[in-house]
C-alpha cells in the first residue's frame, strides 16, 4: 500500500520550517526502512499552506505546478541549511466564519489523493488541521512558532534562531547606546506571550525587560532608570514585547487590518516608551523595532535539531496512526499530544515564578 503525505506551512514563517519538510520527506521516503515497513509513501508539498488546497485545481496541470511541489530527497536535500519556508506560507483560514471554503479543501485533498497531511505551524494552522481531522482528515501537526506560546510543547521550531537574533543585535546596539550614553527600547515579537522578550532580555543582560503578562507603569520604568543612573553605566538597554501593556492597555496596533484568523498586527509601543522616557526622564531615548529579522536568517543549531526531530516524529505518529495529534518536546523527550489540547489556549510566561515585577525583569532566586 502507498500513502501520500501532504506537507504544508501556515502562518508565520522562520527557521526551521525547511529543516521539518526536509526530515518528514526524507524519514517518508527513506529506503533503508522501506523494508521494514508494511506502507510506502509519497510526499507532495503543498505551497503557500492552506492557501494551497483552497486554490488548487486539481484538474488543471497548471494549477497544480503553480500549487503542489512533489518532494523527493532529491529536491530537500540542502533545505536545512536555509531559513523561511521553500513551500511558501499564507494566513488563509478555510473555515473563516465571513468566507469558508472548508468544503473545497476537502475535495481537494481527496481529488489529490492525499492520505495525510503533516501542517507544521502555530495555533491558527494547527486549529485548521483539528477542525479537518475532525470532519475526518487524516491530520499531523508540528508545532512552529516563535513567540513560543503553543500549549502541550516546550519547544516550538524558530524560538531558539529568535532568541538568537534578539541577542545578537543588542550586542550591537550595546557599543553605540555606551558611546552616547543612551537608552535604547528594543522591542521584540510576543503577541500575547513575553517568552521571547524574557529569554532575549535575559541573555543579553537587559535592564528592563517588558512583557504582555505583566502591565507596567511608565513611572516605575523610569524610576528604575534613575535609580541606575551614576551608580553603573550610563545607559540602559530596556527590552519589549509588541503586545505588552502600558498601564494595563495593549493599545500599540500597526493599522486596523484582520487577518483571516482575526489578528491585528502589533507594533510601535517601543516607539511610544522611548518619548515617554524622554519627556519624563531628559534622558536621551532610542528605540529600535526587530520586527521580521527576527524571523529572518538561516536557522540556529537547535532548531535544525527539533525540525530533524519533529519531522522523523511526524512520519512515525503516520505509521501509528496517531492522527489528529502534534508531535511534542516535553520533559526533555519527544512525544505527542492531541490538536484538541493545543488549539484555543496560550501558553504564557508564569509571572509568579519567572518574572520580578517590582524590577520588570527575569526572576533572581525565589525572592
Ligand atoms: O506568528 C506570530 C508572530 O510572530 C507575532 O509575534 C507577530 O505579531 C506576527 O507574527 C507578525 O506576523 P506577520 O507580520 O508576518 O503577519
Redesign the pocket.
Same mark, same amino acid.
Given at each position: 500500500m502507498t500513502m501520500r503525505i501532504a506537507v504544508l506551512t501556515g &502562518? &508565520? +514563517?522562520?527557521p526551521g520550517l525547511n529543516g521539518a519538510i526536509k526530515w518528514v520527506t526524507k524519514t517518508a521516503l527513506d529506503p533503508l526502512l522501506e523494508h521494514k515497513r508494511t506502507v510506502t509513501f509519497d510526499v507532495l508539498g503543498i505551497k503557500e499552506g492552506w492557501k494551497g488546497l483552497v486554490e488548487v485545481d486539481p484538474d488543471d496541470p497548471r494549477s497544480l505546478a503553480q500549487h503542489v511541489l512533489p518532494l523527493d530527497e532529491e529536491v530537500v536535500r540542502t533545505w536545512d541549511r536555509y531559513g523561511g519556508t521553500n513551500l511558501g506560507t499564507s494566513?488563509t483560514n478555510p473555515f473563516n466564519p465571513k468566507n469558508d471554503r472548508s468544503d473545497k479543501v476537502i475535495e481537494n485533498i481527496r481529488k489529490l489523493g492525499i492520505d495525510v497531511i503533516v501542517a507544521i505551524g &502555530?495555533e491558527d494552522t494547527l486549529g485548521v488541521a483539528y477542525k479537518l481531522h475532525k470532519l475526518g482528515i487524516r491530520t499531523v501537526g508540528i508545532p512552529k512558532?516563535? +513567540?513560543g506560546d503553543l500549549v502541550g510543547t516546550e519547544y516550538s521550531l524558530g524560538f531558539d534562531s529568535a532568541v538568537n537574533i534578539i541577542m545578537e543585535e543588542i550586542d550591537r546596539l550595546r557599543t553605540t547606546a555606551g558611546s552616547h550614553n543612551r537608552i535604547f527600547v528594543v522591542e521584540t515579537?510576543?503577541?500575547h506571550a513575553g517568552w *521571547?522578550a524574557l529569554h532575549g532580555g535575559e541573555c543579553s543582560g537587559a535592564y528592563i525587560i517588558l512583557i504582555p503578562e505583566c502591565p507596567f507603569e511608565m513611572d516605575r520604568v523610569c524610576e528604575l532608570l534613575q535609580e541606575r543612573r551614576g551608580r553603573e553605566i550610563q545607559y540602559s538597554i530596556i527590552v519589549v514585547s509588541? &503586545?505588552a501593556k502600558m498601564g494595563g492597555i495593549q493599545e500599540f496596533y500597526k493599522d486596523d487590518k484582520l +487577518?483571516e484568523f482575526g =489578528?491585528r498586527? *502589533?507594533?510601535g509601543i517601543a516607539s511610544r516608551i522611548a518619548d515617554e522616557i524622554e519627556r519624563r526622564t531628559g534622558y536621551e531615548a532610542r528605540y529600535v523595532i526587530l520586527s =521580521?529579522l527576527?524571523?529572518g536568517g538561516s536557522p540556529s543549531a537547535r532548531d535544525r535539531l527539533m525540525a530533524r526531530w519533529f519531522g522523523i516524529a511526524a512520519v512515525e505518529m503516520i505509521m501509528n496512526e496517531d492522527y489528529g495529534r502534534m508531535v511534542s518536546f516535553l520533559h526533555g523527550e519527544i512525544t505527542s499530544v492531541p490538536l484538541k489540547e493545543v488549539i484555543d489556549k496560550l501558553r504564557l510566561v508564569d509571572v509568579d515564578k519567572h518574572y520580578d515585577t517590582d524590577r520588570y525583569n527575569g526572576k533572581r532566586g525565589t525572592l
Amino acid at each position: 500500500m502507498t500513502m501520500r503525505i501532504a506537507v504544508l506551512t501556515g &502562518g &508565520g +514563517d522562520c527557521p526551521g520550517l525547511n529543516g521539518a519538510i526536509k526530515w518528514v520527506t526524507k524519514t517518508a521516503l527513506d529506503p533503508l526502512l522501506e523494508h521494514k515497513r508494511t506502507v510506502t509513501f509519497d510526499v507532495l508539498g503543498i505551497k503557500e499552506g492552506w492557501k494551497g488546497l483552497v486554490e488548487v485545481d486539481p484538474d488543471d496541470p497548471r494549477s497544480l505546478a503553480q500549487h503542489v511541489l512533489p518532494l523527493d530527497e532529491e529536491v530537500v536535500r540542502t533545505w536545512d541549511r536555509y531559513g523561511g519556508t521553500n513551500l511558501g506560507t499564507s494566513r488563509t483560514n478555510p473555515f473563516n466564519p465571513k468566507n469558508d471554503r472548508s468544503d473545497k479543501v476537502i475535495e481537494n485533498i481527496r481529488k489529490l489523493g492525499i492520505d495525510v497531511i503533516v501542517a507544521i505551524g &502555530g495555533e491558527d494552522t494547527l486549529g485548521v488541521a483539528y477542525k479537518l481531522h475532525k470532519l475526518g482528515i487524516r491530520t499531523v501537526g508540528i508545532p512552529k512558532t516563535i +513567540d513560543g506560546d503553543l500549549v502541550g510543547t516546550e519547544y516550538s521550531l524558530g524560538f531558539d534562531s529568535a532568541v538568537n537574533i534578539i541577542m545578537e543585535e543588542i550586542d550591537r546596539l550595546r557599543t553605540t547606546a555606551g558611546s552616547h550614553n543612551r537608552i535604547f527600547v528594543v522591542e521584540t515579537m510576543g503577541r500575547h506571550a513575553g517568552w *521571547l522578550a524574557l529569554h532575549g532580555g535575559e541573555c543579553s543582560g537587559a535592564y528592563i525587560i517588558l512583557i504582555p503578562e505583566c502591565p507596567f507603569e511608565m513611572d516605575r520604568v523610569c524610576e528604575l532608570l534613575q535609580e541606575r543612573r551614576g551608580r553603573e553605566i550610563q545607559y540602559s538597554i530596556i527590552v519589549v514585547s509588541e &503586545g505588552a501593556k502600558m498601564g494595563g492597555i495593549q493599545e500599540f496596533y500597526k493599522d486596523d487590518k484582520l +487577518d483571516e484568523f482575526g =489578528h491585528r498586527s *502589533l507594533g510601535g509601543i517601543a516607539s511610544r516608551i522611548a518619548d515617554e522616557i524622554e519627556r519624563r526622564t531628559g534622558y536621551e531615548a532610542r528605540y529600535v523595532i526587530l520586527s =521580521h529579522l527576527q524571523r529572518g536568517g538561516s536557522p540556529s543549531a537547535r532548531d535544525r535539531l527539533m525540525a530533524r526531530w519533529f519531522g522523523i516524529a511526524a512520519v512515525e505518529m503516520i505509521m501509528n496512526e496517531d492522527y489528529g495529534r502534534m508531535v511534542s518536546f516535553l520533559h526533555g523527550e519527544i512525544t505527542s499530544v492531541p490538536l484538541k489540547e493545543v488549539i484555543d489556549k496560550l501558553r504564557l510566561v508564569d509571572v509568579d515564578k519567572h518574572y520580578d515585577t517590582d524590577r520588570y525583569n527575569g526572576k533572581r532566586g525565589t525572592l
